[in-house]
């Protein structure tokens, strides 16, 4: 595609949103009479409404009707594709592993941010303390993954040969053999994790710490007056008056790594072992060509997703409620 042609798509699709919202502002500007309100809003709200169903509910049913095809999409084959999720040895570690990464990362993430914001809470260093934390946020997940694929790094243990990643490194010195972590079934898949929780803490610390400062601090007083202090605070007062956050902080990370790709992709490219639903339905996608398949996994991941997100939508309206 030549210049001239992108510059002529980039005319089109200006003057395509100028007409659509040039229609909606005549549409809203000529309504009259006591419907002139609901007029309006459908007129504004229109647009919104058609890119959904475009962008979102036509893909999800065509997705949907795949799934039920063969590879080429040219014959039904029921639940065929969906049996041999469930039943095949490999597609069955990719469930595991998406399991695994679902139950440890949530907990451990939201875990690590939460005792850190209790303890740098109120303290003198407390806006440092949060930076750090908080800066892997700033890294991309490919980024992360790099920089976690270097401190995993191995060599072999010959003369001469020096370890450059940073956990066999130490190993070393301590006098043990160098390991290569990243071909260890199935804890390979645990090391992978971590590169989420590292990202996924600060945004723990930083939604549960405004939580903690909410806490009205009359109730911290007379919890101390009546001698509440320390960890029977923490688990008393504390925690009880922050667990609507926790549970948004918690379902909006389990949603982050429902979708997990990019690292697994950059780590291991779902070698040894570590796919999850997300990598192996753009491995069967895009490079087996087996749309039947990637479009079963898809749904998988759709309905998994739905129940945390509805919820996560419950649990906020709670926090802001409140």
């Known amino acids: 595609m030549t210049l001239l042609d992108k510059l002529l798509q980039l005319l089109v699709a200006v003057a395509v949103f100028a007409a659509v919202m040039g229609v909606v502002l005549l549409v809203a500007d000529r309504a009259r009479g006591r419907r002139t309100d609901l007029v309006s809003g459908l007129a504004f709200v229109a647009p919104a409404v058609l890119l959904l169903v475009i962008g979102l509910l036509y893909p999800a049913s065509r997705t949907a009707a795949q799934s039920f095809l063969d590879a080429s999409s040219a014959n039904f084959v029921g639940l065929d594709n969906y049996i041999r999720i469930f039943t095949q040895p490999d597609l069955v570690i990719v469930l595991r592993n998406t399991l695994l990464w679902v139950v440890i990362a949530p907990i451990l993430s939201t875990a690590i941010g939460l005792v850190y914001a209790v303890l740098v809470d109120r303290t003198r260093f407390e806006a440092f303390a949060k930076a750090l934390i908080f800066l892997p946020m700033a890294i991309s997940l490919v980024g992360a993954s790099i920089i976690w694929k270097f401190v995993y790094a191995y060599r072999p243990n010959q003369q001469n040969i020096q370890q450059i990643g940073l956990v066999n490194q130490v190993l070393v010195w301590l006098g043990f053999e ?48 009546d001698g509440v202090g320390g960890v029977r605070l923490f688990f008393y007062i504390t925690l009880p008056s922050i667990r609507p956050a926790v549970v948004v902080v918690i379902t909006a990370i389990s949603i982050a790594v429902l979708k997990v790709f990019d690292i697994v992709r950059t780590m291991t490219g779902g070698q040894f072992g570590t796919s999850v639903v997300a990598n192996e339905f753009y491995l069967q996608s895009f490079r087996l060509s087996d749309l039947g398949m990637g479009s079963a996994l898809a749904m998988i991941l759709f309905v998994l997703v739905v129940p945390i997100v509805i919820y996560n939508v419950r649990q906020m309206r709670k926090v802001d409620a409140r």
């Open 178 to 225: 160098p390991v290569n972590f990243i071909l260890a079934e199935p804890w390979n898949n645990l090391l992978l994790i971590v590169v989420i929780i590292w990202i996924q803490a600060g945004f723990a610390m930083t939604l549960l710490s405004a939580a903690i400062k909410a806490i009205p601090s009359d109730i911290i007083e007379a919890a101390r007056l």
